[in-house]
């Protein structure tokens, strides 16, 4: 014997609720799975979401490429340093009226010196502004990448959302049918029974309700997959319904 269903209002507010199936006697009370709003649900699928992690880190890599380049001609200044430590010959000259005397003197001594060079390389003169201008580009080509990102999972998002939530509705539209075919069904079979109504009739009432029935494990299926293909693009669960009959 199928037992008689009843099912609440759609909602769509929070995650705490789940469907409570309980069976007493013939009669099972359903209460429906309720949503987060979709705007929380969108920031977790994009938090969620690995290519948006992805771009975000190129967007990182681009910025730091765009950081090298501008301070690429730090590359061309430097600082030189020379130490020396030896004997060397050291020349004096001295100068009289009318003649020059030119000396040598051999000593061990420590020489050093140091200084500041800069390099102007023609090629990163011409090209400077065009590398940092390309680097700049590249930084904002990731941006744009990143926000069509964060666009598609908005759209799956919704999409699937709102698939759910039809899901959820045909669930309960199918939940109703199933109940009044349940309840029509027990009085065929007491009509039956008492041979108020002929085999034919009780066949075919038979019948209808066993479609009935299958057309409600069809929606309960579907509602199944759709809930679960939101979990996965969200990155977590709601509390999952009990549907399964006991």
């Known amino acids: 014997m199928l037992s008689i269903c009843c099912c609440n209002i759609v909602k769509a507010q929070t995650s705490d609720s789940l469907y409570d199936k309980k069976v007493t006697g013939s009669l099972l009370s359903t209460t429906e799975v309720d949503f ?24 990182a890599a681009k910025k730091e490429n765009l950081k090298m380049q501008q301070n690429y001609w730090l590359r ?35 020489n050093y010196g140091a200084g500041v060079y800069i390099k102007l390389p023609v090629f990163d003169v011409v090209n400077r502004k065009t590398q940092i201008k390309q680097a700049k580009a590249e930084v904002e080509q990731s941006k744009y990448l990143q926000q069509a990102q964060h666009d598609e999972i908005k759209q799956i998002v919704i999409k ?4 759910v939530l039809l899901r ?44 009935i029935k299958a057309e409600y494990e069809m929606a309960k299926s579907d509602f199944i997959v759709a809930k679960k293909l ?3 693009i969200v990155g977590f669960l709601f509390k999952n319904p009990v549907l399964s009959e006991k």
């Open 36 to 59: 987060p709003p979709l705007l929380d649900l969108i920031d977790s699928a994009i938090k969620h979401n690995a290519m948006v992690g992805y771009r975000g880190q190129e967007i």
């Open 76 to 110: 061309n200044l430097g600082v030189q340093a020379d130490t020396r430590y030896g004997t060397f010959d050291n020349f004096s000259s001295t100068a009289n009226t009318g003649s020059t005397s030119l000396q040598s003197v051999t000593s061990r001594q420590f």
């Open 160 to 163: 699937q959302y709102e698939d």
């Open 168 to 211: 959820q509705k045909l669930l309960s539209i199918k939940s109703q049918n199933l109940g009044s075919a349940a309840v029509n069904y027990e009085m065929v079979e007491k009509e039956f029974s008492n041979g108020l109504i002929p085999i034919a009739e009780y066949v075919r009432l038979s019948d209808m309700t066993s479609r």
């Open 230 to 232: 939101l979990e996965a």
